[in-house]
């Protein structure tokens, strides 16, 4: 076949294949063996037919006045590197002959390869990265194939994955690759668009909630939550330390009624028989619990409380005697524990023995006694304090409730605790509550002693004030801990039933959650300070008389003490007992369901 090749323009591509060569090369050399014998003939051929005399074009080409037609030669190369000679079709017209003396002048052009004297025109070089040396011979024999089966052969396509680099075409976006879809069809890409400031505002009119930025949809679980801490658990707080409450005021009771009536009974009983007896434990820990209160007694008695009154007036360490209270208290039931465990030993020992648990009791008794007057006097500064601030007329007392109460808010509310601990903390409130009656009632008795002019009024409306502010910051700490450490409002009924289980001396699962209450320390303050009101009432007549007074002002007292005792411990075994009943009546419900 012979190759039109006048006037035409060839370019020569260097295609530089990146990475190494690929291991089938080898299977492929007969083939590329046979595809450079044929482009060395098809070169031969057209130096033969190659006019010296042809036109060159304006741009550098060749033109013969035929037509010209397209076809590529890959004129080989190892070790990944090819020239490609691309004949390029030109347009279909005839080319203008030049002056003979340009043709004449012009010279032949050297091709690269080893081709000297053929005329390419314009020469064109440059790197591509393409694919392997296999696919670009393989191109390259099909090529020569369809040629030499004919003249009138179609021409042949170009691979649909090379680019036509002679066709500048515009650069259209890929449908995956619009950016501007993806930004306008995700609604949860945030973008800038420039917006006036009238349709910025129209848009935050019509978008949802106002406040969406910074809140969040809540869900059935937040609004039980808080309908729990506003409306459930505040009442079953309130209810649980009230209870406690009453329940240590019974405890208190019996060590003023109780303890002295057994004593009384234990002493008569051995004047009786005139012989002596051991005693059991519940006498021996009557004792004990007896000469702890008369050492508090008798050395508070011993103690000026205008001294400490003004000693405490130019302080500022006020808080202080709130944490060493509930330090004492704490502390002062572990020792009342050993105590009353060594007069059990006591009791019951063999005779060989006595010797070892007396000195025991003994041990544990001034252990118990020294615990107890630091106590007394901790509970008698405090109790001086509230005094000091509800006689002072600069609102010291909102100012002492404000700082102590909220420094227990900061101080429990932002802490991670266990259902345990929130039970034992619910006890120490209905003991605080207690310790706090017990200062009322030291006020009461300073005013009876010294106020003048009219103060029952005033001092009603203070200690009104006193109770409600330790209400609210009771309740305001455990709705915000049980919220915060996900404790449901049921948790303080449960505590509810466990204490009144305590009451009825029914067995609970664990002694932990029993409520510690030791009456002594604040039994100290109350004999105390109630010692100079009776004595200021008493009649001025003989020693026979005063002690004829004494006896029946202490008699009266104890009757009354005794009374409030029957009627606080009765009602509350009537309601341990029901809500015991109900608790169980509910539960049996709810497992049948």
Known sequence: MALRNDGRKISFEVLSVEGQSDPTERNHKKRRHRASKKKKKLLDRAGDSFDPHSVPLENGGACNGFELDASRYCCGGGGGSFVVCEEVREAESVCAVAEAREAESEEATAVRGGMEGFNFGELRQRNVNCGSSEDIAAYVVVRDEKEDGGVNASPVEKPTNEPDRNVVKKLETVESLDWKRIMAEDPNFVYSVEKSPVSY?????????????????????????????????PWRCEL???????VCFDSFLSLLTVMPARIMMTIWRLLKTRQFKRLSTMEVSDFGCFLILSSGVVLLQQTDISLIYHMIRGQGTIK???????????FNGDVLQTLFLSAEGLANCPPESMRFWIWRFASDQALAVAASIVHSFILLAQAITLSTCIVAHNNALLALLVSNNFAEIKS????????????????????E??????????????????????????????????????????????????KFNNIKPIAYS??????????LNMQTKSAKKNLTFVPLAPACVVIRVFTPVYAANLPPNPLPWRLFWILLFSAMTYVMLTSLKVLIGMGLQKHATWYVNRCKKRKHHFHED
């Open 201 to 233: 505002f129209l848009e935050e009119m019509h978008n949802g909630n106002s406040l969406r930025s910074t809140t969040t949809l809540g869900n059935e679980k937040e609004r039980e939550r808080v309908y729990d801490t506003i409306f459930r658990l």
């Open 240 to 246: 649980l330390i009230d209870v406690g409450f009453f």
């Open 320 to 330: 202080l005697y709130v944490i060493f209270d509930k330090l004492c208290q704490n």
């Open 412 to 431: 429990n509310v932002f802490k991670r605790y266990s259902e345990d601990n929130v039970h034992s903390l619910v006890y120490f409130d209905s003991v």
């Open 433 to 482: 509550r207690f310790h706090i009656s017990s200062f009322i009632l030291f006020v009461l008795a300073q005013n009876i002693l010294e106020a003048e002019g009219p103060w029952f009024e005033s001092f009603l409306i203070n200690i009104l004030l006193v109770y409600v502010s330790e209400m609210i910051i009771d309740i305001i700490k455990h709705s915000f801990i049980a």
């Open 494 to 503: 449960e505590f509810l039933e466990d204490l009144c289980k305590q009451t």
